[in-house]
């Protein structure tokens, strides 16, 4: 396991790399100037140019991204240009509220797929397998600002049960049932797609073992359709749906900022529209890399799970 850990570090490094390249870049290349903005409107070109100074921006583009790099590896992000604050400071904050809302969000996505994918394989129904189909082409049809609207509607207007959006008020863990109030809608909003996903690739992966020659060997000798899913395929059916939930987290990730946006979540998905709106390049720039690295762990992280469950993956890459 060791081995083909260090054999995958390497090209995660890599990535890593070119997208804090491709990030600088790109950001050098959006319109506006983050020294006239913080100016104001009727600010004289000699204090833009002192500011563009203070700032470090009238350095070339290879200074600008040496010295910003030197800061990552460093852990100095340095100051927000316009937010204000430090924005390692920033980061934190909204990071934690990310965090909880794409771990709450995840984990009702696995405990469904996980129980509709089950029941749907061990009690072959045809209603019961039209009704998930039909959701599961709704859940993942419908745009996820629609149904962060859609829910917001029915349970925070039409029958205000729950709050419309923000977050608790004392935190997550002063009050759990209040914390689970607010987390409930948004989470369900960003679950939706992705449990749709789990469910349909654990369904197939499910429908693959159980054609296999030791199912029909455990059938033969009498043994239930519950205890061949839940003792047998499904631990053989993990390897690929840990590859599927891999992906699927990425797309939370990046689910989570419009979801963020509709509920007034004040995660990372708020903090890189507030940069990007008003040009605050350091503070974009660091939060875009941070999804890169946290899409390019959970893969890692996905890759040597599967490895764990499938030694000839591990055997694989030692050749």
Known sequence: MTRYLLRRL??????????????FLLMRLVPGDPASTLAGPDATPQSIAAIRHQLGLDRSIPAQYLSWLGGLVTFDLGRSYILGGQISELVSQGLTNTLVLTGAALLLAIVVSLGVGVASVVWPRRWLNAIVAAANTAAVALPTFVTSVLLVLVFAIAIPVLPAGGVPPDGFIARPDIAAQYLLLPATC?????????????????????GKPYVLTARSQGISQWQIVTRGALRNALPAVLTALGIQTGHLLGGAVLVEAVFAWPGIGQLIEQGINRRDYPVV???????????????????????????????GAGT
């Open 10 to 23: 390497p090209s995660a490094v890599l990535v890593l790399f070119a997208a804090s390249v491709l990030i």
């Open 190 to 210: 960003l679950a939706l797609p992705v449990g749709a996903a789990l469910t349909r690739f654990l369904t197939e992966a499910l429908h693959t073992e159980l």
């Open 285 to 315: 720039q660091v939060l875009l890399l941070l999804s890169v690295t946290v899409f390019v762990a959970i893969q890692l992280l996905t890759d040597i799970v599967h490895a764990w469950l499938d030694p000839r993956i591990r055997i």
